[in-house]
């Protein structure tokens, strides 16, 4: 006698599948004995067609569980039902479906839970489960690639963990043992913790693919939704892996799980954030709030699973995902982030060389398109036989080996020019940057410089060390830049030429560039703010070439990406902001005189425009304090200590600041090649935009050096750092532009046009060889300062035990005058220099100073007490008869020092712990923090917005 089958169809708004399913089921080779159909509430045709097919419905509310729904249809089925099998209102089966799942069972009599192939319905083809597993992190594992057809490459009879219930074929026995499914998974995931309850309890789990199920998959991709799931059913799904892992995990792991998953969690919200995919970030916080806030749940489904026997992980271990998969998840996301990041720029020349082959498939465009792709298949070789094949990597690899060697003087801790020391831990950083008020001199609300923020997440991932951070940036500056202009180049040499620009001109343009920071004396010199902002500048103008992308929604893209570097850039040269609005407003209006109708579209200036406006909102806990403050001059300035470097005309066109870099002749050359460019005519058009922007950028340095600022003891000119970096990227582009249009002029196949290549070659390959000689002989080594020489070690132990207990330091003599500072902590270091120096002369304490060498008393003393003063120094060589006035003066007890021409005194009345506390009150005290959750709202936002869409994103998305 055969066993009894009883289909348990399962119904919830499906008209739009149910002919078909019903089709299915009467068409089966073996036909079923019965059918019980259980309706949930569907508002469509559902019922209708159940009855009028298989009798009435069982129906119930619309707010009915599967679990539920099954429990409900399983009283239904009669006593002498043998086996379940389970169909949603979305699963079709093939005709000899139910067939082979009991021919494998009849063959497999240990099998109690058998379950078919499912492949995608419409499409019939693609593969979606044959078998399914859990891995450790709560992601359901298929083991096939996305979208892989079905080939017979999986039809092996085999244990699984679970079956799908779409098509799943149950023992009656086995499922009322189990007591079903858990009713504290509503819709999702039910499966999975079913086949590791059976598989714990001793039943095993077979997947026949022989047998073929075509599954919607209605619920998962939101084609409908019911009361249970609502629009998120990421976050069903999500809860459903984490309960399923949770209530079924071996006791001793389960402490581990719990913080495994937390954590987890939140690198999946990390992950979905970096592809823009907010709402399911959030569905993964919610449904991990939802099932960690409900922990009685959690030990109620486990002690449930003891009493029916289900707690054995020997029998479910070798059916699980093995523990490195998770893993591999995670390189592949990277992988697949890196490569979508790395190629969105360079996609745009594609995608305009496209957009005109659609336009006109016989254009050159098209052909071009067709020549790429088959130059694809010459390629396919292994990286290490095309690296030591290809001259031009060979010696780009020699380059960046000779500006390691030239940056030698960068490793370890550096200070010297404009870079100050750097304090001794990263904490030091992220203090000064969060704090609204600084115990630094005479204390003090000037904001801390913006590029602390991201010189303090680069320490904190190097170990906390700044030293290391300090040393990334100077060694790693001219490599970076090397990538980020030969990337550049490449795009912008595909977006003027479809034959793009040769290697070897990229090498020179790539490398000229890339040294600029050595050759213009600002490497030399320590200016960190200059040599980052010459790095970054390539990556910058990369990602504006968004702007000319043919889609409007990759512009707008773009402008998030151009928007974040260009606050990036502006953290570190804050000039460069005011240079980027001149030069959009000027190119925006030639844009609109050459073609009025191009820029009438709101998608053509409203992504420049947003770039723009994204600066001052993720660099506001900066600029607003600054300016109430009375520091408005830090937005003018280069950073670093003051005064900075200045360069005039001339060295703003030759790239040399005024002190220091590279043989300035160097710099000839390259403003010569730049306008020896503008003869080829077929690319006189982008020369002539790079001398329109190098204009526009020379008129803004031109107004800023008119400008004064005064900073109490010493006036300064605005800071001319970005604009001779930018300027000289520029002619490097022309140059590189120039070139290639020569190269593809019939004129320099006649002999004069040879003669002239041949010079122009030598002049271009001159600039980078003399310069990068320069720098690996030695030529910007000035990074040796020893910032504690002259005083006493024990003194600035004490000054780093507490803020309060300053040193003031006196520098110079009666007749010439005197300086002084007043130092704290571990001394003046990096960012600390410019909020003092951006600080307002305080007056009194200057008073004090002026009245303690020339006629001291003890209320003087007294006073420098309650600023906090401990010791009085003068360092070597002190000067006689500022020291002799000091000996005789009241409260002031000679100090020893370990070099006899240093001076030193220690202030004998008792110092005021509060001298510099913050003397404001709320609501001043709380503008900067509040500007400071304003900035990390921002940051977050405009990093989701900007970060590449990764395959894996648009595949879901489309879906």
Not at 189 to 205: I, K, S
Not at 665 to 693: D, F, H, M, Y
Not at 709 to 718: E, K
Not at 891 to 911: F, Y
């Amino acid at each position: 006698m055969s066993a009894s089958v009883v289909v348990l169809l399962v119904s919830h708004d499906g008209a739009r599948w149910l002919p078909a399913v019903i089709d299915g089921i009467r068409a089966q080779t073996r036909p079923v004995d019965r059918v019980v159909a259980v309706d949930t509430g569907s508002k469509d045709e559902s019922p209708a067609l159940l009855a009028s097919a298989f009798g009435a419905a069982l129906r119930l509310p619309g707010n009915t569980s599967f679990p539920a729904a099954v429990q409900a249809g399983l009283g239904a089925c009669g006593p002498d039902a043998d086996w379940i099998w389970l169909l949603h209102d979305d699963a079709n089966p093939e005709p000899g479906a139910l067939a082979a799942l009991l021919a494998a069972a009849e063959e497999d009599p240990g099998a109690d839970i058998l379950g078919p192939k499912l492949r995608e319905w419409p499409s019939l083809r693609r593969l979606l489960e044959v078998g399914v597993t859990i891995s450790s992190t709560g992601r359901r594992e298929t083991g096939l690639e996305r979208g892989e057809y079905d080939q017979g490459q999986h039809d092996r009879v085999r244990d699984v963990l679970a079956v799908n219930t779409a098509g799943m074929l149950v023992r009656r026995s086995v499922l009322e043992e189990l007591g079903g499914f858990d009713d504290a998974l509503p819709i999702f995931g039910n499966d999975l913790d079913f086949g590791w309850r059976a598989a714990a309890a001793g039943h095993r789990t077979v997947v026949v693919p022989q047998a073929v199920v075509f599954h919607a998959e209605a619920a998962h991709r939101g084609l409908r939704r019911t009361s249970l799931t609502g629009r998120h059913t990421h976050y069903q799904e999500r809860r459903a892996a984490l309960h399923t892992l949770l209530v079924n995990a071996p006791a001793r792991s389960l402490p581990f799980r719990v913080v495994r998953l937390a954590l987890g969690t939140l690198l999946r919200v990390l992950g979905f954030l970096l592809v823009r995919s907010v709402g399911q970030a959030l569905d993964e916080l919610a449904a991990l709030v939802s099932v960690y806030s409900a922990p009685r749940a959690i030990r109620s489904a486990r002690a449930e699973r003891r009493v029916r026997g289900e707690s054995d992980p020997e029998r479910v271990r070798p059916l699980l995902a093995p523990w490195w998969l998770p893993y591999r998840h995670g390189l592949d996301f990277l992988s697949d982030l890196a490569a979508a990041a790395t190629h969105q720029a360079s996609d745009v020349a594609e995608r305009r060389r496209a957009a005109r082959a659609d336009q006109d498939p016989s254009s050159f465009a098209a052909r071009r398109q067709a020549a790429a792709e088959e130059d694809d298949l010459a390629e396919d070789a292994g990286w290490v036989a095309r690296f030591v094949t290809n001259p031009v990597a060979l010696l780009l690899a020699l380059v960046v080996l000779l500006a390691l060697v030239g940056s030698r003087a960068a490793f370890g801790s550096v200070a010297g020019g404009g870079l100050a020391p750097v304090p001794t831990g990263a904490g030091d950083w992220w203090s000064l940057y969060l704090e609204s008020w600084h115990r630094l001199g005479p204390g003090t609300a000037v904001p801390a410089p913006a590029y602390l923020l991201p010189l303090a997440l680069l320490a904190t991932l190097l170990l906390g060390s700044p030293a290391a951070a300090v040393t990334v940036v100077l060694v790693l500056a001219v490599p970076v830049g090397l990538w980020g202009a030969w990337r550049f180049l490449r795009v912008v040499g595909r977006l003027v030429s479809p034959y793009g620009v040769s290697r070897w001109l990229i090498l020179l343009g790539a490398t000229t560039y890339a040294l600029v920071p050595v050759a213009s004396g600002a490497w030399g010199d320590g200016r960190l703010g200059i040599v980052a902002a010459a790095a970054l500048l390539p990556w910058l103008a990369h990602a504006a070439l968004g702007f000319a992308d043919p889609q409007a929604d990759r512009r707008w893209r773009a402008a998030w990406r151009v928007g974040l570097l260009l606050a990036l850039v502006s953290a570190f040269a804050p000039v460069a902001w005011l240079v980027a609005v001149a030069i959009g407003v000027v190119v925006l209006g030639a844009a609109a005189v050459v073609v009025r109708s191009a820029v009438r579209s709101r998608t053509v200036w409203g992504p420049p425009a947003t770039a723009l406006a994204v600066v001052p909102v993720l660099l506001l806990p900066w600029w607003l304090p600054a300016l109430l403050e009375g520091a408005g001059e830090a937005l003018l300035l280069d950073t670093g200590r003051i005064p900075g470097p200045v360069a005039d005309g001339v060295g703003l066109l030759t790239g040399r600041l005024a002190e220091g870099g590279a043989p300035a002749w160097t710099g000839l050359v390259l403003v010569a090649l730049a306008l020896v460019a503008l003869v080829p005519r077929a690319t006189r058009v982008p020369v002539l935009v790079c001398w329109l922007i190098v204009l526009v950028t020379g008129g803004v340095a031109a107004l800023l050096g008119t400008v004064t600022l005064d900073l109490g003891s010493v006036s300064v000119s605005p800071g001319p750092g970005f604009p001779l970096v930018l300027v000289q990227g520029l002619l490097v582009v022309a140059a590189v532009i120039g070139a290639q249009g020569f190269l593809g002029s019939r004129d320099r196949w006649r002999v004069p046009g040879r003669v002239v290549a041949v010079v122009l070659a030598a002049a271009a390959a001159l600039v980078p060889l003399v310069t990068l000689g320069w720098f690996a002989a030695g030529g910007a080594d000035d990074l040796d300062e020893d910032s504690r020489a002259g005083i006493p070690a024990y003194m600035l132990q004490s000054a780093e035990t507490d803020p309060s207990r300053g040193i003031l330091v006196i520098r110079g003599d009666v007749e010439g005058g005197v300086s002084y500072v007043v130092r704290r902590g571990d001394g003046v270091t990096l960012g600390e220099d410019e909020v003092l120096a951006l600080t307002a002369e305080d007056e009194e304490l200057t008073a004090e100073v002026s009245a303690l060498v020339t006629r001291p008393t003890l209320g003087v003393v007294e006073a420098l007490a309650a600023d906090g003063i401990e010791y009085v120094v003068l360092p070597a060589p002190a000067d006689g008869e500022v020291a002799a006035v000091l000996d005789a003066a009241d409260g002031l007890v000679p100090a020893s020092a370990e070099d006899r021409t240093t001076r030193a005194w220690r202030v004998d009345p008792e110092l005021d712990p509060d001298a510099v506390s913050d003397p404001r009150s709320f609501p001043e005290s709380w503008v900067r923090p509040a500007l400071l959750v304003v900035q990390g709202v921002a940051l977050v936002w405009v990093l989701v917005l900007c970060l590449p869409t990764t395959a894996a994103a648009a595949a879901r998305r489309q879906s």
